[in-house]
């Protein structure tokens, strides 16, 4: 897993640095940043241009190359940040240690999006915030298709196109707040909390 | 497909292969223009019009209307436009339904 993400760093930047059709959508997503922020799967650090200033974010990634490659964008961020080498799926945090836990095309990749978003529902704070900007299956039958087939391919390189990415957030316990379609119903901003004890 | 449909295979393993290879041509598309685009999920659309429309022409072939290039591009174009409507609209109705469950509080 981590050698796949190691080999993509390579091309992240050409592939995933375009905010060409997505940089205001993920902007406003990350407006609503506070606190102790989680950034999980920083890559390269080509959403961190996208981040509000001023913020205290410990961004992870489970790939040690993508890490090394988003240490610039890291230094040139104005408020405070960290990188981590850490998997989604078993957080090295404690309980209740973050305000704000934020994911950019991640639950796609993760193996088990449900174990990892349970880990987050853990690192949360009650009444936190989790900020997802995800794309998921569509619900059209001829998209939905596509995505299947699609999934085909980029499984070799980790990546499935056909998540349910809100069903699974409910599965690990959040309150969907809310849900804006960025790309028809298969690039989506969710919005979630965990509730407060 | 059509270069497939030349080799007179069987219909369904041609279509098959010729799906596979419209899907194949689609993802190195998708591949080259992610840096513009990002990531490759926006090409979902035009991947549903790349293997549908050439089964469509290699269909209407078998069934003995014969198309020529010109012809078989007429019907890549108005099949593309028909899916960008439908995908508007598509587009449409969801944001609507998200609106409204948002609103209801049923997005919970």
Redesign the interface.
Known sequence: MTSVWDLRALLYDVCEGSQLRRGAAKARLFAQMHGQVLFLAVGTGVDINRFPTGQNIIGIDISHEMLRRAETRRRAYCGQMAFVLGDAERLAFGDESFDTVVSSCTMCSVPQPVVALKELHRVLRPGGRLLMFEHVRSRSWSLGLALDLMTLWTRLLGTEMNRDTVANVRTAGFDIVRIESVYLDIILSIHAVKKAA | MQWLHQLEWNFLVLSVLGMAAA?GVQ?VL??SL????????????S??VA??VPMLVDVAEVSGWMFGRFDAAVVGAASGFLFFVY?EW??AI??RR?AR??SAGA??
């Open positions: 899907m993802m998708a591949f992610s840096p513009l685009l990002c990531s490759i999920e926006t090409m979902a659309p991947m549903v293997m549908v995908l598509y587009g969801f944001r998200l469950a948002c997005v919970r």
